[in-house]
C-alpha cells in the first residue's frame, strides 16, 4: 500500500476503550491531524484530555460534526441509534462517519430508514479486539495491532467514505475485511454472542442447584476458563443479545439441535455416535486453534 | 497432623500422567518404600522404569496384589471396572485400594455388587488435577500441590483403610475431602462434564454452518478460551459421559431450562429479565473467580 501523506481531522462521539485506544493509535501513526471527542460524560472528556487521548472536547455532537472530515461513533450499542442518526442528519464537514457497534444490521437499517440523504457517507465497522479492562484511561494504542476489523458496506456506499475508514484502520494496524452486514451479524452470533449467553446460562443454572456451595468450591481452572465471559458486563451483553435479536435465536437453535443429538446419544448409550461428534469437534476445534496461533505470530 | 514414619509398597494398575504423577510425589514425599506397575503397554513399564518413575514393573495385576500395601487404579474410564474388581477379587497383600476415575458411582456400584467381600477396603477417589498432556512421560511430582482430592467412603469403609489414603494424598501435597458418591458425580456433571459437552456441541453446531468458514477465520481469543475443552480426548470424553450417564443428563436438562428461559427473555425483547439473569450469573461467577485466586494464592 502506497502511504498517503494526507492527515485527517478526527472526532469520537463516545470514548471508552476502544475510541480512546483508536484515537491513540492514529495519533500515533500520524493520520490523525487532530482528534476532538463528545461524550455524554464531560469527565470522560477532561480525563482523555488530560492524558493526551484527544486534543479538544467538542461541546455537542453538532459541534463536533462542523469541524471533523471522519466521525467514529464510539459508544455502547443502546446509545448508537439516535447518536448516529444525529451524526447523519446533520453531518456538517465530514467525509465519512463510522462506528464501532458489535451488531451492525439493526443500525444499519435505521440509517437506511431515517438518515437515507447521508447513508452513502456511513460506513459500518466493527473492530474485532477487546479487554476486561474498559473507559478511557485503559486506552491503548496497540490494542488493534494484528487484530480484525470488520467493515459492511452495500452497493451505496461512497466509495471515497469506504476507502478512509479502511486506511484509518490499517494505520491502526488492524487488518480490514469487508462483509454482507447479516452475515456479519451471524458470525458474530455463533462465535462471541451464543458462548456468552451459553456461559451465562450455566453459571445461572449452577447457581440454582441445590449443591451450589460445592459446585463452586470444587470448581477448577477449567471451570474458570470456560465461565471467564459470564463476568461480562451485563448491561452491555443484554444491549448486544436484544440488537443481534434474530441472529442469535438462530445460533440459539442451531446450538440446541446439536445439544439436544449429544444428549440423545447419552441417553441411549450410544458411545459410537458421541465418539463420532467429539471426534469431529476436536478435529474443528484444533485446526482452528492452529490457524490462531499461526494468525497470531503473524504468519498470516 | 503428626507426620507418619512409616513408608508403604505402593502399586499402580494402569500408569499415565495422573499415576505417574501420584508416583513421583510419593517418592519424593518419602511416603513409597518402593513403587510397582502394571500396565496393558508393557513400553509404558518400560519407559516408567528408565524415567525413574516405578522401581519395578508387575507382570500381571495379580502378581501387583501380592506384593503391595497399597493399590491405585489409574486407567481410563472404560478400563476401570474389570481392573478394580481383579484387584479387589484378589486383593494379596494389599490393606487398601484406592482408584482416581472422574466419575465415582457406576464404579463403586459394581464393587459393592461383584466384590463385596473386599469392598470395604476400597476407597473411591478422584483428584481434581489434570493437564493437557497425557502419558507416563508427562509425569509431574508437583501436579497435585494444593489440588483438591475428593474421595467418597460410605458407612462400609474400613477406616484404616480410608485413613491411609487420605495420608496418601496428602503426601502428595493434596487437599483431602470426603463426599457422597452421588454428590460427587452430580458435581462432576455440573463443573466438568456438562462443560466439555457444551463445548463440543458449540464446535460441531458450528461446523454445519453455511458459513463456517468465515466462521472460524474470524473467531477470536475469547473464543478459543471457551472451546478449548473441545480439543479433549474424544475418547476419554466418551467414556466419561456414558460413566456419569444420569448426572449429565440431569445438569444438561438444568442447563437447558436456564437457556429456554434466555431464549424467551431474548424473543420477547424483555431486557430487564435478560439484566437481572446476567447481572446475577456475574455476581456468582465473579466471587468463584475471586475464591479461586485466594484458594490459588494459598490462602484458602
Redesign the interface.
Known sequence: MVSDPRRYAIGFVGLGLIGGSLALALKKAGFASSVIAWDSDPSVLERAAHLGVIDAAAHSVSALMQSVEIAVLACPTQACEPLILDMLNDSGSAICVTDVASVKGELYRAVVDAAPKSAAIYVPGHP???SERSGVAAADAALFER??V?LTPDSNTDPLALGLVQKLWAAAGATVQC?DVL?HD??LA???H??H?????????????P?RE??????????????????????M???I??AN?DA??A??D??????EA??SS??A?D?AA??S??????T??????R??ALRDSGSS
Open positions: 474485532i479486539a477487546g487484530h480484525r470488520i462483509m452475515e451471524q458470525l455463533a462465535t462471541s451464543l458462548p449467553v451459553l456461559a451465562y446460562a450455566l453459571v445461572d443454572a449452577l447457581a440454582q442447584s449443591i460445592d459446585i463452586f468450591r470444587f470448581a477448577a481452572g477449567g471451570f474458570r476458563d470456560f465461565t471467564r465471559i459470564a463476568s461480562s458486563d451485563p448491561v451483553w443484554r444491549d443479545a436484544l435479536r442469535l435465536l445460533a440459539m442451531d446450538f440446541c439441535t446439536r445439544l449429544l444428549r447419552i441417553a448409550r458411545g458421541l465418539e461428534t467429539f471426534r469431529s469437534a476436536k474443528v476445534r484444533d485446526e482452528f486453534a490457524d490462531l
